[in-house]
């Protein structure tokens, strides 16, 4: 009973404070006395307690409100209540709308095949190293690229421009942009030394009108060789069960993934020496020409398939990606750089690198995605 008591007069105490009027400061609109009795009535505008005795509320104007014998309660007429104001549209500003448009350290892809495609040209040198053709355009706008022309020997050009393409709808942005471009036989020749000169004559693929196709691949600055192939501190590191070191799992996320991205390519030339690189410490992958190409019966993919067990562990953002991979809109933005027998082999390798990395998530459901 004590307790009720109490509670009683707390929720009367609160009613006193929330009657107070806000447009008619000089009006008191909130009333509380003792009655002069004996019976020790709390009176407070309306409300009245003795014992059980009930409450009554009057509605009116405020010379209503005046206390009389039988106590009520004042609440002020709707015209009084002043009208809820919303908060300003501006406290608040709209979500910024997310660019999803692929970017290449920190460009945007779209901007710089633009660049690449159409940007005249305003010299063409050898682009020294490795044992197939390969040039470095300057634009004029100063801006540089490497070209990989049409040849007989070992890369296709073909084959970097749809690299570039998987990348793109894997969601990866470590492969340089690239497109097809073409140029005159004579124009890829002019300036060259006398020796490349004649190399060309011999490998170039050259059409009825004496054009080479070739690809036109984004420069990258400070690009240098890590040479993989030399060093296996990193090969148990892929292995399930192999604590990474600290500061290791990066690089090994990006190891993996180039094994998965290499399977999917038919990318047999990766570890034969001088094609594992990285730029501010990011791996850069480069040099997918030898990919693709003809595979009677899937020898070749089963083969590469070796390789990529080499991994036993993948980041779960690129497993994802392989999962969900838009295959008919692929097949489309590859248009005539794959054939239909090299697509064919392409979603072979889809589908056993899905079943392999469906039975790593089977046998080590907490380790095989990272």
């Excluded at 300036?191 to 190399?199: G, I």
């Excluded at 038919?266 to 003809?294: H, K, V």
């Amino acid at each position: 009973m004590k307790f009720s008591r109490i509670f009683i007069l707390s929720f009367i105490c609160s009613l006193s404070v929330v009657g107070r009027s806000t447009s008619s400061p000089n009006v008191r609109t909130a009333y509380l006395q003792e009655s002069g009795g004996s019976t020790g009535l709390l009176q407070t505008a309306g409300l009245q307690l003795r014992g059980s005795t009930g409450m009554t509320v009057q509605l009116g104007s405020r010379s209503e409100a005046l206390l009389r014998r039988r106590p009520t309660l004042f609440v002020p007429p709707i015209s009084e209540i002043p009208p809820l104001e919303p908060s300003p549209a501006d406290l608040e500003p709209a979500p910024a709308l997310v660019d999803a448009r692929p970017r290449f350290r920190g460009e945007y892809d779209d901007e710089i095949l633009t660049k690449l495609c159409s940007l005249q040209v305003k010299s063409i040198r050898p682009l020294g190293g490795g044992s197939s053709i390969k040039l470095r355009v300057m634009f004029t706008d100063g801006s540089q690229a490497a070209v990989k022309p049409n040849q007989l020997r070992i890369t296709r050009y073909q084959a970097e421009v749809a690299a570039y393409k998987l990348a793109k709808a894997l969601g990866l942005s470590v492969v340089p942009p690239s497109c097809v471009r073409t140029f005159t036989k004579e124009a890829l020749q002019a300036n060259m030394p006398k020796d490349l000169r004649e190399r060309m004559d011999q490998e170039l693929v050259v059409d009825d009108k004496g054009n080479v196709k070739t690809a036109v691949i984004q420069w990258v600055p400070g690009l240098r060789n890590i040479k993989l192939e030399q060093a296996d501190w990193w090969r148990p590191l892929l292995k399930q069960g192999e604590p990474i070191p600290s500061g290791k799992h990066k690089r090994i996320a990006e190891i993996s993934t180039l094994l998965l991205f290499d399977y999917l390519l038919l990318n047999f030339d990766r570890w034969s020496g001088g094609n594992t690189t990285e730029a501010d410490g990011e791996m850069i992958y480069i040099d997918q020409g030898a990919s693709f190409g003809p595979d009677k019966k899937h020898g070749h993919s089963r083969l590469m398939l070796k390789t990529l067990k080499w991994s036993e562990r993948f980041p779960r953002s690129i497993a994802q990606s392989l999962f969900q991979l838009d295959l008919p809109a692929l097949r489309s933005d590859f248009g005539d750089l794959v054939s239909d027998d090299e697509w064919e082999s392409f979603l072979y390798r889809v589908e056993h690198a899905r079943a392999y990395i469906r039975t790593l998530k089977k046998q080590y459901p907490k380790e095989a995605l990272f």
